[in-house]
């Protein structure tokens, strides 16, 4: 068995955990880094081929990984702050309706088409050795969504269904889905970068969010 896939959106992402790991020693620690592309549908089936591959070549992975930068909610995650997840969420699958919005789980659709479900827990393990290694992160529910909040009027909306949601992102729940598929472990890892909210260039502190994630990379030997 081989270590940890750790799977990025973009190869920025992918350089700054790697420098986070350039003093890492020895087979049995093995981190392997990959981008894999912006959104769900690439990301999870970018992830599902890297973990097949490595299934059919006889060097399993161990576990998964999702890590990069996100959107943090206001009053929850701090710009520069690292996240976990305790659960990576597919927060606008499912219908809209007059009265909101309905989850995938709520549609009436027979269990064996939902897979893992709308949302997918951490590993426990992995989850724990994370936090014991980055104490001072903040840990909550990552969403996943195919497009990024903007308004006041969607970023409370979230937030309100979503209460214990700290971040957002594009990837996580779909890598995620793959590593469950391949019953493997999975924790999420970010970085924030800008608030959540009205769309405001100003805000944003990208080089701080990278930093964070190089530090945080660590945790990840």
Known sequence: MTGLLVVTAVPAEADAVRAGLTDLRGTDATVTVAPVGVGSAVAGAATARLLALAEAAGRPYRAVVSAGIAGGFVGRAPVG???????SVAADLGAESPTGFIPLEDL?????????????????GLLGALRTALPEATVGAVLTVSTVTGTAASTAALADRHPDAVAEAMEGYAVAVAAAQAGLPFAELRTISNPIGPRDRSSW?????????????AALR
């Not at 702050?81 to 659960?87: K, M, S």
């Open 81 to 87: 702050g690292t996240v976990l997840a305790t659960r």
């Open 108 to 124: 009436g659709m027979p269990p064996e088409l939902l897979g893992g479900g709308s949302v997918i827990p951490a590993d426990p």
């Open 205 to 217: 502190r990208m080089r701080e969010a990278f930093a964070a994630l190089t530090s945080a990379a």
